[in-house]
């Protein structure tokens, strides 16, 4: 469950490292993922507005902290 989660966000977000998410690589079922680059987020989601895609970002950029509970 957890290795296809941490799948979606790297493809969207791009491939998470130690320097960013400090243990990431300890996570349960975190294994070696290809790097992806991060994606424009106005691009995925085109019929947000500027403060849509600000929060989108926010909000999946603190989602990936909750993985580590």
């Keep these: ?3 296809n989660c941490y799948h979606l966000i ?5 491939t998470p ?4 998410w400090p243990g990431v690589t300890a996570l349960r079922d975190w294994h ?4 992806w680059e991060p994606q424009n987020l106005a691009r995925v989601v ?5 403060e ?3 929060l989108l970002s926010v909000t999946t ?9």
């Design 32 to 35: 070696v993922y290809p790097k």
């Design 46 to 50: 085109p019929s947000l507005g500027p």
């Design 1 to 3: 469950m957890y290795a």
């Design 17 to 20: 490292t130690e320097e960013q």
């Design 61 to 69: 950029t603190t989602t990936t902290f909750l993985f580590q509970l």
């Design 52 to 54: 849509g895609v600000d």
């Design 10 to 14: 790297g493809r969207l977000l791009g």
